[in-house]
């Protein structure tokens, strides 16, 4: 049989993990809530738990472990610095208790690059030696692949095309900094924008979906849906700036394709539209035909992000 690795990815909702052999098969997988409200060792437990039943669900032994999560990660010391998404994540060793547990190599990698060289293992970016990976939910991240190995730069935090500052003097982000890509396009950005058309009063079909609740994202998009042009008109723009980001940096990196993978692209062309113009727009010379693909792993790319980072890891 062919080597089969645990493949996990943690967030604030769901703790995933999965069998996954070298072709991208997924042969067994799991998935439980993330406890809400719990200390770090109640977390772990259950992680514990998680790997330990989804490993006995294992056809054969399996050669490595990787670990998926949002945040700040150093990869090669196995530790989060910070997890944003899951309360008390912060400077913890994670892959040396895991390991010793389940007694098998195990591996860490931040989320959105993870799902970078998922996508280009099994997934939109399959043939390609250089890939640019943005992953578009409530926040923004991204990956890269530089002949074909995922690159992590110096301190493992390369790929935060999140925090690219498109505008100095916009709203402030959750890193510090004001006007990053996350603070003016991310699911949170969007839902944002709509809380901002609701307290001008200047969108009666966004009013009537929403009533008295908290505008979502979706709330944004569903207006734009309904004919609502003020609404259109915020997502076109994200869509604009997000393009101006990822234009600046395929001129740097010079990819051959951007996969791009996340829930925001249910806005559809009202989104990818605008960003399309406005990548192809600054993108110089050559990296003009850079292609644009939508993810083919869906839900499953944190899983099979993590498992193309253990066999990569595996391989050395």
């Not at 900094?177 to 307290?199: D, I, K, P, T």
């Amino acid at each position: 049989m062919s080597p089969v690795v645990v493949a996990a990815d943690f967030g604030g909702t769901n703790l995933r993990a999965a069998i996954v052999d070298e072709a991208g098969q997924i042969l067994a997988r799991r998935v439980d809530p993330t406890p809400q409200g719990a200390a770090p060792d109640v977390i772990l437990a259950e992680i514990g738990r998680l790997l330990h039943v989804t490993t006995d669900a294992s056809p054969e032994r399996p050669a490595g472990l990787c670990l998926a999560v949002a945040g700040l990660i150093d990869a090669d010391a196995g530790t989060v610095i910070l997890a944003p998404n899951i309360p008390g994540f912060r400077n913890l060793d994670l892959t040396a208790p895991v390991g010793q547990a389940l007694g098998i190599p195990t591996f860490i990698e931040n989320d959105a690059s993870a799902a970078a060289l998922g996508e280009h293992r099994f997934g939109a970016g399959r043939g390609t030696r250089h890939l640019l990976h943005a992953t578009l939910g409530t926040g923004i991240g991204g990956g890269i692949v530089i002949d074909g190995k995922l690159y992590r730069g110096a301190k493992g935090l390369a790929g935060e095309i999140g925090h690219v500052v498109l505008d100095p003097a916009g709203p402030r982000c959750n890193c510090g900094s004001r006007g990053c890509l996350e603070a003016l396009v991310s699911g949170v950005a969007f839902a944002e924008r709509a809380r901002r058309l609701l307290a001008a009063g200047a969108s009666p079909v966004l009013q009537e979906l929403v009533g008295y609740r908290e505008p979502t994202a979706t709330d944004l998009q569903r207006a734009a849906e309904a004919g609502d042009r003020k609404c259109e008109a915020e997502i076109r723009n994200g869509g604009h700036l997000l393009g101006l980001a990822l234009g600046g940096l395929i001129n740097v990196l010079n990819p051959e394709a951007v996969t791009l993978s996340g829930g925001l692209l249910g806005m559809g062309e009202t989104l990818l539209g605008p960003m399309r113009e406005a990548m192809y727009s600054i993108a110089y010379g050559p990296s003009s035909g850079t292609i644009v693909r939508l993810s083919e792993l869906g839900d499953d790319a944190g899983l099979l992000g993590a498992a193309a980072v253990a066999f990569e890891r595996l391989r050395g």
